[in-house]
């Protein structure tokens, strides 16, 4: 496959593989009933900052694409909705547009939506021979706000294609830090961040990471949806690899690293839990492209007053007016994410 019928692969199977090889852990993190401090949902405040801006809500659209011509109607719909919400939006990765600025479908999205919020991305390997001068431009060109930089050697080597320089990511890494032109966040893309890594992300001088831990969208699941694939038999035992959502919540708030957590968020009671686990903002990918596909724009909106609703409720019985509160409420954690932890 070229990188144009991979990404337009991606899209088609990734909102269709609705059921995960494993769990993301939200489902052990347990908070209070607390009927005597429960407070209005209406009157919760979800708001939030980030990276110096007001959010109306602690919700960013994760990274998914960019750079083929079926991305620039879906990218430009999530686009309008992250501004009717305020909230932030990440583009897929750059690669294509870097390598080739006609390649822009799906990444313009400022041009008719300049109050967005928005976030390049670019894989950490592919960053170590990057030529820098290609991101200055794509940030001016873009307008990009913030620049994720993913990690994933599992999705590399899921890919017959893929990169298996996997030593070459903390060097890409470094060299995005010294760039410093806007603030690069570090991501996985759905197999989550050990506690060495997240160690090592912080000895470098990363700020702020988005987990993206195992438990929602899977890559090895969507590269071995192809036919014939030729590693099936060897890659088939790591359906399970990967590090669940919550654990690296906890990890990546141990080792003093501002966090986003992503991978299976798929509720507004989801995006309470995390909070309460010390993220700053929940991520979620798949489930826009899969309401996008099932009803439009109207299902990206409905998905997000769903998330928006959800996550009112759940600060509302366990008596948090605001996510510094929250963060703060009592929890128990299930034996199985107690375990990781
Ligand atoms: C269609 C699709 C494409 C994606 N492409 C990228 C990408 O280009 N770069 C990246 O860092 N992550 C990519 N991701 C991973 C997401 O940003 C996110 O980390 C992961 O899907 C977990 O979130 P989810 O369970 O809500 O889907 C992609 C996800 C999907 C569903």
Redesign the pocket.
Known sequence: MDASER?LH??NT??QLIT?PVSSLLDEVFLLNDPVHACSPAAVDISTKFLGRVLKAPIIV????GGIPEAATFNLALARMCVRHAIPM?L??LSPYLRDHDRIWGFDVKKSEPDLMLGG?I?AIAAADLELERLNHAMEALGLDFM?V?L?PLHELAQPEGDRHLHRAMDGIKRLLDWGRVPVLV????FGLSKRSLDTLKESGVIWV?V?GS???S?LDIELSRPNHPDREVLEPFRTWGIPTAPAVMWAKEAGLRVIG?????TGLDVARLLALGAQLA?????W?RAWQDSGEEGMDHLYTVLETGLRYAMALAGAGTIKELQHVPRVLGDRLAQWV
């Open positions: 990404k991606h899209i990734s909102s995960p994760s990274s998914m694409t990440a897929g990765s991305n894989g994720f993913h994933n991501k996985e893309v759905g988005d993206a438990g929602g969208t890559f992503s991978g299976g968020v798929r991520g979620v990918a798949a489930p492209l």
